[in-house]
């Protein structure tokens, strides 16, 4: 069975203080079309919200919006974060360990992305001069071995 | 605008910081100040429950490993309560909780503290 996606929501933000909170609300709606436990919900908001907060505070784009575009299917939500920034290479970034931060005179951030990949099932990120596509998918869990295997 | 509040007791060497709100990059400021302010004062031990806080971003929770390495330089202890599952699960991730213990309730942490 191919999981068929059902909806697809978009939303344009503004990147002002507290905006990213405000897109968590749509999460919280979208998810009751989801068989998600709460505790996945609330991982999803706060993936969403590490990767507004970084287009917010590293795209330097010049529209100052980002688009959120949510895919509903029966047993997943598919969210792609869209920002028309500078850009970035994921591949230089290095992993963050607490071990290289505590105790350092070093920046102690570098963490969203590495919470972003915990948080979700699947993390893709498409990025050049044009900006960046930050896509993430969250699998229920009753459905989540079976979409796994599918794709295998 | 997001409210954020704190409500601080104080008792002998330690206190517990009970947050209400969005831990930000203003959250965790706002945490920060008040524990550093306590620390100067001669406090060593910090009980901070999150219960009314269950939402935070990376930027809030660097500003808490900087104040974490600060308690642990002046010899103290910092400990989190009542975290969800998810806040639970970043600390976690970031390998915080290997300097910062988290346990169930404010009176479970205390016991732990005396023990320490
Ligand atoms: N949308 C984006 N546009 C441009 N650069 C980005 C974008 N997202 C991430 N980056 C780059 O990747 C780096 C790592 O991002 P990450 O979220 O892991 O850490 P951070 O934002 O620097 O700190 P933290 O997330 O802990 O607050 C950023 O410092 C930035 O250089
Ligand atoms: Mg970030």
């Known amino acids: ?152 | 605008m997001n409210q954020f509040n704190i409500d601080i007791e104080h008792t002998g060497d330690y206190a517990v910081i009970r947050s209400d709100g969005y831990i930000n990059n203003l959250g965790g400021e706002k945490i920060s100040e008040e524990c550093c302010r306590l620390l100067e004062s001669g406090c060593r031990n910090f009980i901070l429950n999150l219960e009314k806080s269950p939402i935070v971003n990376s930027i809030g929770v660097s500003i808490l490993i900087e104040l974490i390495e600060r308690v642990l330089e002046s010899d103290g202890k910092l400990v989190f309560t009542n975290l969800t599952s998810t806040i639970a699960k970043t600390f976690r991730i970031m390998g915080l909780l290997q300097y910062a213990g988290a346990f169930p309730d404010e009176l479970t942490a205390l016991d732990e503290i005396k023990k320490m």
């Not at chain 1, 405000?22 to 919280?28: D, F, I, L, W």
Request: proline share 4%; glycine share 4%; with cysteine.
């Open chain 1, 1 to 152: 069975m191919t999981v068929q996606e059902i909806k697809e929501i978009m939303l344009t933000v503004p990147m002002i203080p507290d905006m990213e909170l405000a897109v968590t609300k749509t999460v919280e709606s979208l998810s009751r079309f989801i068989p998600f436990t709460g505790d996945q919900v609330d991982e999803v908001k706060h993936a969403i919200i590490e990767a507004c907060m970084n287009a917010f505070e590293h795209s330097r784009s010049a529209d100052c919006r980002i688009l959120l575009v949510f895919k509903v299917g029966p047993c997943k939500l598919t969210v792609e974060i869209v920002d028309h920034g500078k850009g970035f290479d994921p591949a230089l970034v290095e992993d963050p360990k607490i071990e290289n931060k505590l105790f350092k005179n070093v920046r102690k951030r570098g963490w969203g992305l590495k919470l972003m990949k915990h948080l979700m099932d699947e993390v893709d990120i498409v990025s050049n001069r044009n900006g960046t596509v930050v896509r993430m998918v969250k699998y229920a869990d009753a459905y989540r071995k079976e979409a796994l295997n599918e794709s295998v």
